[in-house]
């Protein structure tokens, strides 16, 4: 896939994606009211919704520049003989990896062979490996901050939200 075509991609799944959290945001509104919660129940989902969007513009924006940077004068370059800007290398089936990953995280919360820590921080560890290359070397930073963020979430969603966590 050239880079044309990943930022054409990158603006129509971004549109895509704001259209759906757009869909999430509203439909949360009718969401019953909380009996404990101190946000309430349609707090969570909104404000979800709301990161998702930001992201999803940023991605745009990326895919807009992209765009914008292979112009034919960027191609008019290229065959003068100046090199053209370096693309990340394609790993078309890390996100197929990254869907499995995320089914067996799940499954195994709801087997209840693990509980929410330890599924957490052996799954964030695993999916940020395969994102930086499998470094080895990396490998302790990747498990301390998957450790530090998959404990601080579950403080978090049990003491603050008061949602029991499995």
């Not at 990340?88 to 990254?98: D, E």
């Amino acid at each position: 896939m050239s880079a044309r075509q990943t930022a054409k991609m990158e603006v129509f799944v971004g549109v895509a994606l704001i259209l759906f959290s757009a869909a999430i945001y509203s439909a949360a509104g009718s969401l019953p009211p909380p009996n404990f919660e101190p946000l309430g129940s349609a707090a969570l989902p909104r404000i979800l919704a709301a990161i998702m969007a930001g992201l999803c513009l940023i991605m745009m924006l990326r895919g807009f520049r992209t765009l914008r940077a292979q112009s034919p004068s960027l191609n008019n370059a290229s065959a003068k003989g100046e090199e053209a800007p370096d693309l990340p290398p394609q790993r078309p089936y890390l996100s197929a990896i990254v869907f499995v990953c995320t089914v067996c995280f799940v499954a195994a919360m709801d087997l209840k062979l693990l509980s929410f820590p330890p599924a957490g921080i052996a799954f964030m560890s695993l999916i940020l490996f395969l994102m930086n290359d499998m470094k080895v070397r990396q490998l302790p930073l990747i498990v301390g901050f998957s450790a530090a963020l998959v404990l601080s979430s579950y403080w978090v969603f049990t003491r603050f939200f008061f949602i029991d966590l499995p």
